[in-house]
Antibody, heavy 126, light 107 residues
Framework: EVQLLESGGGLVQPGGSLRLSCAASGFHFTTYAMTWVRQAPGKGLEWVSGISGSGTSTSYADSVRGRFTISRDNSKNTLYLQISSLRPEDTAKYFC???????????????????WGPGTQVTVSS | DIQMTQSPSTLSASVGDRVTITCRASQSISNWLAWYQQKPGNAPQLLIYKTSILESGVPSRFSGSGAGTEFTLTISSLQPDDFATYYCHQYNTYSHTFGQGTKLEIK
């Protein structure tokens, strides 16, 4: 059974940093591209970043490019999101998600999001 | 970035109704579109991918169609468990985007 569990969220001041982690189990981690999605309180889903299975290809939403860095450690079956220069508008629940394996236009880019973790809350406030 | 526009934002319907949610892309995304269902306090769940392929375990009353820039999610006969928020998601480009969501409410 696929399991994803995010951690590392918390309360941080504007301008601060956090590293979010997503521990994966139940599948061959290296094979699958992974994605971070966030959801501000009471709002919709926002795609944040994606990474290929090897970790060599990454992509970002315009709203976070230059401030957030996605990475993965395939030896530890763990996905990361380093979030820096945080702003109040970054306050959200952050979800990690696994590529569903149903096909995609680019081999090194995630496709549909087949499995999700429960999320970790990040609150940016002074 | 590709913009995804869902309509309606809110939909009131009754058990047994047939409902359709529309998602429009600002440019062609071929058939690289997925639909998710989210209930309050929970992570989203994949319903449909590649426009019309039903995810394993999803009831057959859910269906998807479309191509290019216009896509629809249809629920053929609403059940009590279907009242939730639905999102479309394009993955045609390296930067993905979601629609803003459609909240399906009980009339």
């Amino acid at each position: 059974e696929v399991q994803l569990l995010e951690s590392g969220g918390g309360l941080v001041q504007p301008g601060g940093s956090l590293r979010l982690s997503c521990a994966a189990s139940g599948f061959h981690f290296t094979t699958y591209a992974m994605t971070w999605v966030r959801q501000a309180p009471g709002k919709g889903l926002e795609w944040v970043s994606g990474i290929s299975g090897s970790g060599t290809s990454t992509s970002y939403a315009d709203s976070v490019r230059g401030r957030f860095t996605i990475s993965r450690d395939n030896s530890k079956n763990t996905l990361y999101l380093q979030i820096s220069s945080l702003r109040p508008e970054d306050t959200a629940k952050y979800f990690c998600a696994k590529d569903g394996g149903g096909g995609r236009p680019y081999a090194d880019n995630p496709g549909e999001l087949g499995s999700w973790g429960p999320g970790t809350q990040v609150t940016v406030s002074s | 970035d590709i913009q995804m526009t869902q309509s309606p934002s809110t939909l009131s319907a009754s058990v047994g109704d047939r409902v359709t949610i529309t998602c429009r892309a600002s440019q062609s995304i071929s058939n690289w579109l997925a639909w998710y269902q989210q209930k309050p306090g929970n992570a989203p769940q994949l319903l449909i991918y590649k426009t019309s392929i039903l995810e394993s375990g999803v009831p057959s009353r859910f269906s998807g169609s479309g191509a290019g820039t216009e896509f629809t999610l249809t629920i053929s006969s609403l059940q009590p468990d279907d009242f939730a928020t639905y999102y479309c998601h394009q993955y045609n480009t390296y930067s993905h985007t979601f629609g803003q969501g459609t909240k399906l409410e009980i009339k």
